[in-house]
């Protein structure tokens, strides 16, 4: 397989013909967001027969690790034409634009995922579960009057951006830095629109929410995004909502981290079974739809502060990219033999010492287990993970972390 970075001039409409094929961009549609979407950071493309037919979008970001900011390459894009499918170029492209984020400095890489299983032959492994809340504003238990605020439209993208920059943020939460990644969600929808307020110290856009009506007059409306910093906002952009509640019937939302939106909702359970199987059925899903992987193990352990006791062991990492990334690829995978410290001050130095326990594991199982999406034992169950059974109780004490949640889709 050859490739080569994206040319928006020579390749811009064989990548809308892509979209067009598989459904990412309307018959009419005149792929305005997608242009964006793609100019985000780097993107790849493979040629068959001197046309561009599978891309691969990525943009540079940051994911949290409990205080610390790592860098983070976001595989936003894998798109493969209907002449190319079957030919294993969506794999051996994701590799390869994986490997040069790596050579740039990224350190962890994260996806969105169409489904489970494609992605682990990359090493990437699923995410904790997000849950989607679809509720009638009218029943929010918010019991305070909002300010009126600011209209939010593509002219105050910059604003927006700079706002979930800046949002509260907890562990897991990913940033993708790129102003055109929001403005790329914007432009694409016309009945769109955005609420918030400028609060800051130099007026800056402290809080606010951008939603995507799927029926204008009466739902269900789609929050896309919220951003705020206090509870305090978060509750203001609620009361918001709640106002909507005389014409709109139902909102989706993603619950924020560290919030359990059902303690803001009147009687839930009575609400849930009256609507039931309805077009405005109420309700929490929950579902793992994104994926990571470590892409450098000492870079990722030295920003690791974990405030329990320190456990060291061997780690005998396989990882199952190497098998899908060119000869010349400037990184090959993260598999090999680590003596791994986790605690207040965590390291990862290449080797083996005899004196301590090993844990055996793919890299899609050891970021699960860095990141805190289930526990050691846990993953011993159902994941490519091995140890003593006394490693695996020191590893579950060890990491005793809040639930991973990106808050950015991607």
């Given at each position: 397989m050859t490739y080569r970075d994206y040319n928006p001039g020579r390749d811009r409409d064989a990548i809308r013909r892509i979209w067009r094929e598989t459904g990412w961009l309307s018959p009419t549609g005149n792929g305005e967001?997608?242009?964006?979407?793609?100019s985000i950071g780097r993107a790849f493309v493979t040629e068959?027969?001197?046309e561009a037919e599978c891309l691969v979008a990525t943009g540079p970001g940051h994911v949290r690790h409990l205080q610390d900011d790592i860098p983070f390459c976001c595989v936003h894009g894998v798109t493969t034409s209907r002449v190319a499918?079957?030919?294993?170029?969506?794999?051996?492209?994701?590799?390869?634009?994986?490997?040069?984020n790596v050579a740039d400095g990224s350190q962890v890489a994260g996806l969105g995922i169409f489904d489970q299983g494609f992605y682990n032959r990359l090493g990437f492994g699923s995410g904790a579960y997000d849950h989607r809340v679809s509720f009638d504003p009218a029943r929010l238990l918010v019991d305070r009057r909002p300010r009126v605020p600011r209209r939010l439209t593509a002219d105050d993208l910059e604003a927006m951006h700079a706002s979930r920059l800046a949002r509260r943020r907890g562990h897991g939460s990913c940033n993708i830095?790129?102003?055109s990644f929001t403005r790329s969600e914007v432009v694409e929808r016309d009945s769109a629109f955005g609420l918030g307020y400028f609060d800051?110290?130099?007026?800056?856009?402290?809080h606010h929410l951008w939603c995507n009506p799927k029926v204008v007059d009466g739902g269900p409306y789609e929050v896309v995004w919220m951003a705020f910093q206090t509870g305090d906002q978060f509750l203001e952009l609620m009361a918001l909502l709640k106002g909507l509640g005389d014409q709109v019937k139902l909102i989706h939302i993603g619950e924020p981290p560290g919030i359990q939106m059902q303690d803001l909702v009147d009687r839930p359970f009575r609400e849930y079974q009256a609507r039931e199987g309805g077009k405005l059925a109420t309700g929490i899903d929950a579902y793992a739809w994104w994926q990571m992987r470590i892409c450098d193990v000492p870079g990722c352990m030295a920003c690791t502060h974990l405030p329990g006791r320190t456990v060291r062991f061997n780690?005998?990492?396989?990882?199952?990219?190497?098998?899908y990334l060119p000869e010349d690829a400037p990184w090959r995978g993260v598999g090999g033999e680590y003596v791994i410290t986790l605690g207040p001050e965590s390291a990862a130095i290449s080797g083996h010492d005899p004196a301590l326990p090993t844990l055996a594991a793919s890299v899609n199982a050891f970021t699960r287990l860095?990141?805190?999406v289930r526990p050691a034992t846990g993953l011993s169950i159902t994941d490519d993970f091995a140890a003593p059974p006394e490693l695996l109780t020191s590893l579950d004490e060890a990491l005793q972390l809040p639930p991973p949640k990106p808050d950015w889709q991607f």
């Open positions: 967001g997608q242009d964006l979407f793609v068959l027969d001197g499918r079957q030919q294993g170029l969506a794999s051996r492209l994701t590799a390869a634009a994986i490997a040069a830095t790129a102003p800051g110290p130099n007026g800056e856009l402290t780690l005998r990492l396989s990882d199952p990219i190497e098998r860095w990141l805190g």
